[in-house]
């Protein structure tokens, strides 16, 4: 009787050994999933509901940063703008802009003289930001529902 308990103890242990393998130390376990056999029966459903809450959570996240990233260079756009109809700003003002945004974000695309400038030009033709604020939802990468 000792001996069943003993292989029983051995063959429980073996199987939790197999469940920690890859990285292991002595303060922490990397334990290796489960098989799908031992999942209860609606794993299958609540993966699928957290899989579509992470999707749709990503998308609205993109969708806000591309609004965003749209009232930066509108606000961009329009302080040289007022700046180049008040202070007579010139082309070259505008490179030395471009080189110190640049240096101040290196991490950040999209600050060259020339985006800049279709900054500039973005906010002349919508002057008025409630136009293109009203647009925004209908651009078609915010078509997708995310509710």
């Known amino acids: 009787m000792a001996t069943k308990k003993s292989e029983k103890n051995r063959a429980r242990s073996d199987a939790e050994a197999r469940r920690t393998l ?11 999933a489960p098989p799908k056999a031992e999942l209860p029966s609606n794993y299958g459903e609540t993966l699928s509901e957290l899989t579509s809450l992470i999707r749709e959570t990503r998308l609205r996240t993109v969708v806000s940063a591309n609004a965003a990233m749209i009232q930066l260079y509108w606000g961009v756009g329009r302080t040289i703008l007022d700046r180049q109809a008040r202070e007579g ?35 002349a033709a919508w002057p008025e930001p409630e136009i293109w604020q009203h647009l925004l939802p209908k651009l078609p990468w915010a078509r997708t529902s995310c509710s």
């Open 22 to 32: 890859g990285r292991a130390r002595a303060e922490a376990l990397f334990p290796v």
């Open 89 to 123: 700003w010139g082309a070259k003002v505008v490179d030395r802009l471009s080189a110190d945004l640049r240096r101040a974000f290196p991490d950040m695309a999209g600050l060259s003289s020339r985006n800049l400038r279709y900054m500039r030009d973005f906010a």
